[in-house]
């Protein structure tokens, strides 16, 4: 099944009061991130520069999406002791902040329970899911558009039992 699948810039320039993001993976391959990625796994220096050519494009996004009024959430499921990469993603955390999200970490521990999808996902006003697909070394794998009634369903109330027992990121210490 081939679909056409809105780009972030459109999907949140189309929120009207919300957007959540799910991320479950330890580790991610995604392309245009490898660089940085790398130069911090040899340097230990992360590139935190809101405006450096990174970042610019999504702190951009995600200021104009907030000074809409929109509430924009990012959750993440991790496990402990967190990988390498989740390390490399708190370092850069406090530029996603800066911008307007509101970031929460989950040990992974404290989700055996909660009733989770397959998938990462974004959430757009609680009805239109984008499906972030990875492959089994993390590179994307192409993103996938819902607005299936039950799976909104479910990808809300993941994200919410998610989000209440997480801890915001300035309270959360990386092991």
């Known amino acids: 099944m081939s679909q056409n699948v809105p780009s972030f810039t459109e999907l949140l320039d189309g929120a009207q009061h919300s957007a959540v993001h799910l991320e479950m993976r330890d580790a991610y391959g995604v392309a245009g991130e490898a660089d940085n990625f ?16 990174y970042w610019a494009s ?27 990469y989740i390390r490399y993603e708190y370092e850069g955390t406090p530029v996603n902040i800066g911008a307007g999200e509101l970031v929460r970490w989950l040990p992974r521990r404290q989700a055996s329970d909660i009733a989770l999808p397959g998938n990462d996902f974004w959430l757009l ?17 192409g993103g996938e558009i819902s607005e299936d009634p039950a799976a909104a369903k479910l990808c809300a109330e993941a994200f919410e039992a998610v989000w209440a027992r997480a801890t915001p990121h300035e309270d959360y210490q990386i092991s």
């Open 38 to 53: 790398g130069h911090w796994q040899r340097t230990g220096e992360r590139d935190n520069d809101p405006e450096s050519p």
């Open 58 to 84: 999504w702190t951009s996004l995600i200021r104009r999406t907030v000074a809409r009024g929109v509430v924009v959430r990012r959750a993440r499921i991790v496990s402990e002791p967190v990988s390498d």
């Open 125 to 141: 006003d609680d009805r239109l899911i984008r499906w972030n697909h990875f492959t089994g070394d993390g590179a994307s794998g």
